[in-house]
């Protein structure tokens, strides 16, 4: 009954589904399994199902749901204009309350997601993932003959590893040298990406310096709320909107920059949390209105092009939050085009999500490595000697996917690439 109650709230976009299929070819879950239940009109007749009480959801049901990544690559392609973002959020809020239920699973989940969005901890994790790295996990559980002994959760855990470049990014101003001051920006430093590519970050924040502002990161801002909200636990995602809201607001920033596209998604849409026509829900469209993804803020407004020549051939795989939510499409390949001596290389099918999907590849290990083998390969097919992104879960899932295939396409963020043709330059 819970359940049925989260999706009523929301039965005005399950009624808009007209059941044509059109988005099932858009659907990365339906494409790797040729199953109606993994696909997004699938997944709307379980919910109507649900309001109609033809069915009462089980774990069988959830999985369904569960399975999708919420890559919203359905939504662009639903000519009805079915807002399928918002149904699956709310499912997923009912599919919690139902789970919270359970002592265990509450304490877990509640632990996991507090984690997860606690600056220090994901610090003081990126010196443990680098050790781990370091030493070779895999190789020392195979010399000690162990490897098979382990549980697989085990191994999928430690085959997820990410590689940890450069210091955590701090907090503080970033201040330009440059004498032609404009005005000031402030920087979202999100979670997990300052931690594991703190190196990373600072090449975002160089690069808005080159252009002559002034970068604040402020240290009382919070994680942007989209793991806990893509795992139904609403409240949290709220409680994090707030903070961020009243901080950035209350700022002398002209514009709130940010590099991961998966928190660019969750603020610009930090109004859908709140009633419309209420304080936050108005706050929040402000500062939608003052939010820029750091690739379209860069297109806009770079003046004088890098002149430092990278001669290889470099595709794009777009975040699904960057291209389906977000609507940002060519500005980040143009910034590559930007760079001389570059041939840029189209791939297949790259508007399809490579099954990073925030905590995706750890809630669902196998279907998130049924994706990443679909597009790892036609990243293979391309002969691509540099594969760029535009977020970190896609970094980290295509390096993983790479380092598989033990491929010699390098992984880099877009920003990477152009600040190094910046430094080139100069030389
Ligand atoms: S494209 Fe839209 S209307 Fe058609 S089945 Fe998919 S969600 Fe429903
Ligand atoms: S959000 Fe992505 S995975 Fe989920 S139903 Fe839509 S296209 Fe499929």
């Known amino acids: ?19 044509c299929g059109f988005c099932l070819t858009a659907c990365p879950t339906y494409l790797v399994s040729g199953l109606e239940t993994e696909s997004p009109r699938g997944r709307i007749s379980l919910m109507k199902a649900t309001i109609e009480d033809q069915i009462v959801p089980d774990q069988n049901t959830f999985l369904h749901w569960d ?5 919203r690559a359905c939504e662009p392609a639903c000519p009805s204009g079915v807002n399928y973002g918002l149904l699956i959020e709310s499912t997923k809020e009912g599919i919690n309350v139902v789970r919270s239920k359970s002592r265990l699973y509450k304490f ?11 600056n220090r901890f994901i610090n003081f994790n990126s010196y443990i993932f680098r050790i781990c790295k370091k030493v070779n996990l895999s190789n020392i559980f195979n010399k000690l003959k162990i490897s098979r002994l382990l549980p697989n959760f085990i191994k999928t855990l430690e085959s997820m590893i990410p590689n940890v470049y450069g210091k955590p990014l701090k907090f503080g101003s970033y201040l ?19 931690g594991i590519h703190g190196e990373n970050m600072r090449s975002s924040v160089n690069l808005l310096n080159l252009l002559g502002y002034d970068v ?4 009382s801002q919070v994680c942007c709320g989209s793991l806990n909200s893509h795992n139904g636990d609403m409240a949290t995602t709220i409680e994090l909107a707030k903070l961020n809201i009243d901080l950035f607001l209350k700022a002398d920033y002209k514009y709130l920059i940010i590099s991961a596209a998966g928190c660019g998604t969750r603020i610009k849409e930090y109004s859908q949390l709140f009633e419309e026509g209420s304080e936050y829900w108005d706050k929040s469209i402000q500062l939608k209105n003052k939010t ?9 407004n770079i003046e004088t092009p890098p002149k430092g020549f990278i001669n290889k051939n470099v595709g794009y795989q777009p975040a699904c939050h960057l291209l389906n939510t977000q609507k940002i499409d060519e500005p980040p390949i143009e910034l590559i085009k930007m ?13 399809i999500c490579c099954g990073a999907g925030g905590a995706y590849s750890v809630t669902q290990p196998k279907w998130s ?13 391309s002969q691509l000697d540099i594969i760029t992104v535009s977020n970190p879960g896609c970094f980290i899932q295509l390096q993983g996917g790479s380092e598989m295939l033990k491929l010699k396409t390098e992984v880099m963020y877009v920003t990477d690439l152009l600040y190094n043709s910046y430094i080139k330059g100069v030389d």
Do not use: W
């Open 339 to 351: 760079i001389p001596g570059i041939n840029f290389v189209p791939i297949p099918s790259s508007n």
């Open 67 to 71: 399975r999708c990544i919420q890559c």
């Open 369 to 381: 490595k049924m994706v990443l083998n679909k597009k790892i390969n036609e990243i293979k097919d």
């Open 108 to 118: 877990i989940f509640k632990i996991i997601l507090k984690l997860a969005i606690s």
């Open 176 to 194: 330009t040298s440059n004498s032609i001051k404009k005005e000031k920006l402030g920087f979202f430093r999100g979670c997990i990406m300052p």
């Open 1 to 19: 009954m819970i359940i049925k109650e989260h999706i009523e709230r929301v039965k005005d976009e399950v009624y808009k589904c007209v059941h």
């Open 216 to 219: 604040i990161i402020p240290e």
């Open 292 to 300: 820029y993804d750091i690739h379209q803020f860069l297109f806009e």
